[in-house]
């Protein structure tokens, strides 16, 4: 069974810094376009990020460039969303999505497989 486990969430000051890990079991997504994805309360679920298989194709929603960064070390299967400077606006249940083709995507209904996500809060 296909599983993608995301940690590294929590409550941070704004400002402050988390790394989320999403680490996949049952199979390996190295060959797997990646992405996080992210839903405040009362909201849609919205892109963050997204990374090919090979890492040179990364996408960010415009709120969170310069902010995050998305890698992937597909020699321990894990892809990371590393979140600095953030803001009370970036609180919200983070998710790990990953694709059956190797190309990135910002769209939800491109990704198969979906962890259960890893809440973020940040206070002000």
């Known amino acids: 069974q296909v599983q993608l486990v995301e940690s590294g969430g929590g409550l941070v000051q704004a400002g402050g810094s988390l790394r989320l890990s999403c680490a996949p079991s049952g199979r390996t997504f190295s060959s797997s376009g990646m992405g996080w994805f992210r839903q405040a309360p009362g909201k849609e679920r919205e892109f963050v990020a997204a990374i090919s298989s090979s890492g040179k194709i990364i996408y960010y929603e415009d709120s969170v460039k310069g902010r995050f960064t998305i890698s992937r070390d597909n020699a321990k299967n894990t892809v990371y969303l590393q979140m600095n400077s953030l803001k009370p606006e970036d609180t919200a249940v983070y998710y790990c999505?990953?694709?059956?083709?190797?190309?990135?995507?910002?769209?939800?209904?491109?990704?198969?497989?979906w962890g259960q996500g890893t809440q973020v809060t940040v206070s002000s």
């Open positions: 999505a990953a694709r059956v083709e190797p190309l990135a995507s910002n769209s939800a209904p491109a990704y198969r497989y």
